[in-house]
């Protein structure tokens, strides 16, 4: 069952990839890298449910599996699905370098403590998970305030697709501490099939629903101010 489970996981994430490659062939003018990044954070999620579907990516802990494949997906990914966001709501990026910094550096803060808590079989792992998740809550913390008061000077259907997904983000991602402490690397209330599925279900929504709805909103995209301006190319 684990095995179907990661194989819809590297088949969904290729279907999403393949489908934003297609999608970018006809990206708007100067909204390319949104594509590019969006399809790079299928392709890698994909590679990483595909090693984990052939029984790769995993050690024993104790005596449990532990699955680092997923955090070696998510040390990239994440940082990218940020990057998607801020590109998003700022107007400038390039005169907002702290705070995508801020964001970029409390992921790396996040994942790379969930790591060192999952390879960790004793007690001290719930300290890691306490740290990773504070980075967390800081992490979101910063795009409830800081992405949100930004997107405020973009037009009215940026600042729709930016709530929806910002929103998706906030609440997709407190998910993942909780499943966390359910599953295998926490107390074990589930076991390691159900936990799976689970962060099947939330990747799957938070790399491919993410995906599909921003690089869907063509009007909107179209529409973002700052960023690379188009410019009239010369042939
Ligand atoms: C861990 C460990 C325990 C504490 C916290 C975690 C948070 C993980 C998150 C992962 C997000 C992943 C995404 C993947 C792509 O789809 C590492 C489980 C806070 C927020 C969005």
Do not use: C
Not at 107 to 117: E, N, R, S
Request: aromatic fraction near 12%.
């Amino acid at each position: 069952m684990e095995t179907v489970f990661l194989s819809i996981g590297a088949l969904g994430m290729i279907i999403g990839a393949v489908s934003f490659a297609y999608l970018g062939t006809q990206a708007p003018q100067g909204t390319r890298h949104f594509y590019a990044i969006t399809f790079l954070i299928a392709l890698i999620a994909g590679i990483s449910y595909f090693v984990m579907a052939t029984g790769g990516g995993l050690t024993l802990v104790g005596d449990r599996a532990f699955y680092y494949a997923r955090y070696v997906d998510w040390i990239f990914t994440t940082p990218l699905l940020l990057i998607d966001l801020a590109l998003l709501a700022l107007a400038r990026p390039g005169r907002n370098l702290g705070l995508i910094g801020a964001l970029v550096g409390l992921d790396l803060v996040m994942i790379l403590t969930g790591l060192w808590a999952g390879a960790t079989a004793g007690g001290g792992r719930y300290v890691l998970w306490f740290i990773s998740t504070a980075a967390m809550v800081a992490l979101l913390y910063l795009v409830v305030t800081q992405l949100f008061a930004a997107a405020r000077t973009q037009s009215p259907a940026v600042q729709q697709i930016f709530r929806t997904l910002a929103v998706l983000t906030v609440v997709l991602w407190s998910l993942y501490p909780i499943v966390w402490l359910l599953g295998t690397e926490g107390f074990g209330a589930v076991g390691l099939t159900i936990e799976i599925a689970l962060f099947l279900v939330l990747d799957l929504a938070a790399k491919i629903g993410f995906g599909f709805l921003l690089l869907t909103n063509r009007q909107a995209l179209s529409e973002i101010s700052g960023g690379s301006v188009a410019q009239p190319r010369v042939s």
